[in-house]
């Protein structure tokens, strides 16, 4: 059955006939802003292949065909995210992902469907044993192993090549723990979502949780989107390559050389900070008291591994007050288990249960100045 909508979908491909002028249009707008890296070997020959392909399924899907021009041309014409090392990506992705959407009617419905399975598809997952942060599609693929910039790289090229606008947004780094994130932004039916490798809804919650805890006057704390060509209002503003970015050690800050300030930015804090505080109300727990960032960890092979473990904690009286799962060697490093100590609640037990031994961890945990505590517990 995928084979035969499969074909129906490249037989309406080679009949789509798209505008002389949007095919001139859309190469010149990709290399007009084409970064420094590709002048000399992205030549407009193979510019123009995949900018036909794009305009092509811009023809097959309703999503794509109700796609304001201007967002079309800057996000799903590109051939690239960030600096990953560049390869066609674009035929082998339609291949694999255009059956997957055969029956979706929208543009929501199908990303969705594309950041629900694509994992299982690719056969590619998050591991810190990642050749490098920025892999191209290519060595991801062969790899197996990606970071959180790597899955983003995946899902922004899987989304353009069935028509849906796709970029990355990332952070610098979190407000209460060192380090940085990225996920994807997916043009859906009028507006931006924010969607992440291998989630099955949009906004994330470890992402939202984190969101609302940051503060919007840091530049450490803004979120930026990529863009392909530079942001009229902030022409000057980059996607913070972290990955290229050297450390002054006399000041003890971070320093973007020109190579790091390549993609162009869009500031999008604002929109997040609303998106968290709008999230953050729709909870049901909002029961004051001291949250617990847990995670568990094992020493093997002289490595460090996260193991997935059932968690409890418990109160004087050994009542269970919280319980939940600390997060997988697959989970994003920055991910941990949220559990809340109640503020009626001066002292309480955590137990971790290592799942395939009767190993216990146990810690007294008790309220602090700070509105959080990060537990990293570890087993030998």
Known sequence: MKNILLSLLFISITHASETPNDLIKGVEFVMQHMPAQDKGTIDETRITQDVKLALKVKETYPWAQNTPWEVYQNDVLPYAVVNEDRCDWRQQFLEKFAPHVADCKTGTEATLKIASIIGDTLKVGYSIQRNKPHQGVDESLKSGKVSCTGQSILLVCALRSIGIPARMAGILSWNHIRGNHSWVE?????????????????????????????????????????????????????????????????????????????????????????????????????????????????????????????????????????????????????????????????????????????QTFTQTVKHTQAPLQIIRAQMR
């Not at 809340?340 to 290592?354: F, G």
Request: glycine residues 4%; hydrophobic residues 35%; charged residues 25%.
């Open 186 to 358: 997916a043009w859906c039916d009028g507006e931006w979502q924010m969607i992440e490798y291998n989630e099955k809804n949009f906004n994330t919650p470890w992402v939202m949780h984190n969101l609302t805890m940051i503060d919007e006057t840091k530049p450490m704390n803004n979120v930026i989107a990529t863009s392909w060509s530079k942001n009229s209002q902030e022409p000057e503003l980059f996607f913070p390559m972290i990955w290229e970015a050297k450390v002054n050690t006399k000041t003890s800050s971070i320093v973007f050389p020109q190579e790091a300030r390549s993609v162009p930015g869009i500031n999008v804090t604002k929109r997040y900070g609303k998106l968290a505080k709008a999230w953050y109300e729709q909870q049901a727990d909002k029961t004051p008291g001291s949250e617990l960032l847990i995670e568990l960890t094992e020493l093997k092979d002289n490595q460090t591994h996260r193991i997935e473990a059932k968690a409890t904690l418990s109160d004087e009286q050994g009542k269970t007050i919280a319980e939940g799962t600390t997060p997988s060697s697959t989970a994003d490093m920055r991910q941990f288990l949220i559990l809340k100590l109640p503020q009626d609640v001066q002292t309480a037990t955590l137990t971790i249960t290592h799942p395939e031994s009767d």
